[in-house]
Structure formats: structure tokens, C-alpha cells
């Protein structure tokens, strides 16, 4: 495994380039993310954030240019290196991928699960010191009281939260986050997107989240980076933009263009990867139903 060198971004692309099924969704897009940094990606639905995202982990792969994620490059690693570099990387998605059935504190745990051999069944089968940080990931979130409540009677803002509580236990690099507020109300959104500020600047962990919510990315953000049509169009110190400057990245007649990425990737997202933040949510939904049989 590639060691990131010391003053090298966390993450950069160069001149990168997808499409699916003849449709361009990002052309020619060139960045880098400097440990440490939050930042908002922005623009209207279907200009290529999404897709952007899982190139950064390997989940996609570019059909032109360069990605290096934590020194590596995804697209070069072998399925044994590329398991390893995603357990670096942190992944929030939009809908939690969280087992109902179980507490906040087994969901949290489930963070551990790449660096754990065999399988683990309960939250005592896990070893001591695993359980102690995982409550403590959750008392970062604001939850450690409710550990033992059932994710499914906990809010949507306090689920996103365990969730994220989650991607903290993997001791991440790097952390992207994909629309993880989309689904909540403004007060539970401002509240997830202050606990990943927080965590960010207490632990010099980058992230990168692609929000619509333009006031929210604005306040949040150290930096904003913009996507229209699939093309970088605006990349510039939060503190120095407009709500109205940002709002005119939004423009209907230009979302056209990335639309395959909406219909090519929400599938896997949700049934393939919402454990992919190595929670692995529902193949251990399947282990508690194995066992409860």
C-alpha cells in the first residue's frame, strides 16, 4: 500500500474524464484537496457529483485522466490494494445504510469489521477496546445515550449521525460524503453537517461533500467546488462567494448532459455500496436473521 507523501494532497485529479452508455458525465476535471480542508461539491443534479465521489474510492473507474486518493491510484490497484485504500476512505451516503433491527451501537461497530477476522455476532462478540471507541465515536455524534436504542426508532438526523459515528470507527483519511442531508429537515441537517465540520477540524480529516442546499454549503465549507454539465465551472474559498453566485450555477438548461449518472449509479449506491463505508449493513442484516432463525 502507497503511503501518502507529507504535503501531497489527500486527493487529486487530473484532467479526468467519464461516461456512461455515450454520455459524458465529467470532462476534463482537475483538483486537488489538501488535508484537512472541507469541501462542498455543488451544482444541479445529474452534473457528475455523484460520479465524481466513487471515482475517489474506485468505485467507478475513469475513462481518461488521473485520480490519486491517499497516494494511490484507484484505477491501478490490484482488489486486495483497493480493499485497503477504502478502508482509509470514509463513504456517507444519503440513505444511512443502517440494520433497523439493530441498536446505534452494532451499527457502529460494523465499522470495525475490515480490520476483524471472523465474523461477529452481538455486540460482546466484538473485543473491549472496540466497543469503548465505537461509544465513544457515538458520544462525538451526541448519541452515546441512545446506543442501545433500535436504529429504526431513532430519527432520520440521528441516524445519519450513527452513520457517520460509523465511518469515524474505520479511523478514516479521507471522508466522502454524498448528499447525506438530502433526506433530512433543515435543523437535523444543520446539526449533521456541524458534527462533520467539527470532526473535520478536530481530526485533520478532509472531506468532500456534494450538497444542494446552497446556504448550508456556504456556512459549512472551507472551499467550494461547482460541477455543471459535467465541467468544473466554479472553485473558490467559501468565504469569498455569494448565496447568488452559487445559486446561478443552477441552471435547468444545462443538466441534460449527466443524467446517465443518476440512472447508472443510484442502484449500486444503494444495494451494493451503502455498506461499503465497511459497515457492510446488509449482509450482516442477513447473519442476525441467520442466527435469529
Excluded at 457502529?108 to 473485543?127: D, E, I, K
Aim: charged share 25%.
Amino acid at each position: 500500500m502507497a503511503e501518502r507523501i507529507d504535503g501531497e494532497p489527500v486527493l487529486s485529479l487530473s484532467e479526468v474524464g467519464k461516461g456512461f452508455h455515450g454520455t459524458t458525465v465529467l470532462d476534463g476535471i482537475s483538483l486537488d484537496v489538501p488535508q484537512g480542508q472541507f469541501v462542498a461539491l455543488a451544482g444541479p443534479s445529474g452534473a457528475g457529483k455523484s460520479t465524481l465521489l466513487r471515482l475517489v474510492n474506485g468505485m467507478h473507474l475513469p475513462d481518461s485522466g488521473t485520480v490519486r486518493t491517499l497516494g494511490e491510484n484507484p484505477a491501478a490497484c490490484s482488489r486486495g490494494r483497493l480493499r485497503a485504500l477504502r478502508a482509509r476512505v470514509g463513504f456517507v451516503f444519503q440513505q444511512f445504510g443502517l440494520v433497523g433491527r439493530l441498536t446505534a451501537l452494532e451499527n457502529v461497530l460494523m465499522g470495525s469489521l475490515a480490520s476483524l477476522r471472523l465474523p461477529r455476532y452481538g455486540v460482546m462478540s466484538y473485543p473491549r477496546a472496540v466497543r469503548a471507541r465505537a461509544v465513544e465515536q457515538l458520544d462525538r455524534v451526541g448519541l452515546a445515550e441512545l446506543r442501545f436504542q433500535r436504529c429504526d426508532t431513532l430519527s432520520g438526523g440521528q441516524q445519519q449521525r450513527v452513520a457517520v459515528a460509523r465511518t469515524l470507527l474505520q479511523g478514516p483519511e479521507l471522508i466522502l460524503a454524498d448528499e447525506p442531508v438530502a433526506s433530512l429537515d433543515p435543523a437535523a441537517s444543520v446539526l449533521v453537517l456541524d458534527t462533520l465540520k467539527r470532526i473535520s477540524a478536530e481530526d485533520g480529516i478532509s472531506v468532500v461533500c456534494s450538497l444542494h442546499q446552497i446556504e448550508l454549503a456556504l456556512a459549512t465549507a472551507d472551499r467550494v467546488v461547482a460541477l455543471r454539465g459535467g465541467r468544473l465551472v466554479l472553485d473558490e474559498p467559501a468565504a469569498d462567494l455569494t448565496a447568488d453566485r452559487l445559486r446561478a450555477i443552477y441552471d435547468p438548461g444545462e443538466t441534460r448532459a449527466g443524467q446517465a449518472e443518476d440512472r447508472d449509479g443510484q442502484a449500486d449506491v444503494r444495494d451494493g455500496q451503502a455498506g461499503a463505508c465497511v459497515g457492510h449493513a446488509e449482509a450482516r442484516d442477513g447473519q442476525v436473521e441467520a442466527r435469529d432463525g
